[in-house]
């Protein structure tokens, strides 16, 4: 079974930076696209950033120009490196997968626990 774990979450200030982790593990045959969502109290989840597996991006506009995500195949991890935080980005984050596991015929959607990121006004 595949697990997504994430770390990097945190305090921090207006303005300040924050590096989000996500590393799959698992019987992984083929690690499609990556991405990164979020959840602020009484809202829906929302899409912050997604990566394929060719490196192409996309971002909710209210991130352009702050966050970056990257990406390393060989481990299996994915990376938001969130600038310029404001205190609207105060959310849960959650890490996103589209994972293929030896074995199967399809790929599956996985998600991870989500880790807390506050912005201090």
């Known amino acids: 079974q595949v697990q997504l774990v994430e770390s990097g979450g945190g305090l921090v200030q207006t303005g300040g930076s924050l590096r989000l982790s996500c590393a799959a593990s698992?019987?992984?045959?083929?690690?499609?696209?990556m991405g990164w969502y979020r959840q602020a109290p009484g809202k829906q989840r929302e899409l912050v950033a997604t990566i394929t597996s060719g490196g192409s991006t996309r971002y909710a506009d209210s991130v352009k120009g702050r966050f970056t995500i990257s990406r390393d195949n060989v481990k299996n991890t994915v990376y938001l490196q969130m600038n310029s935080l404001k205190p609207e980005d105060t959310a849960v984050y959650y890490c996103n997968a589209d994972i293929l596991n030896f074995g199967s015929a399809r790929s599956d959607e996985y998600w991870g626990q989500g880790t807390q990121v506050s912005v201090s006004s």
């Open positions: 698992g019987r992984i045959s083929r690690n499609n696209a």
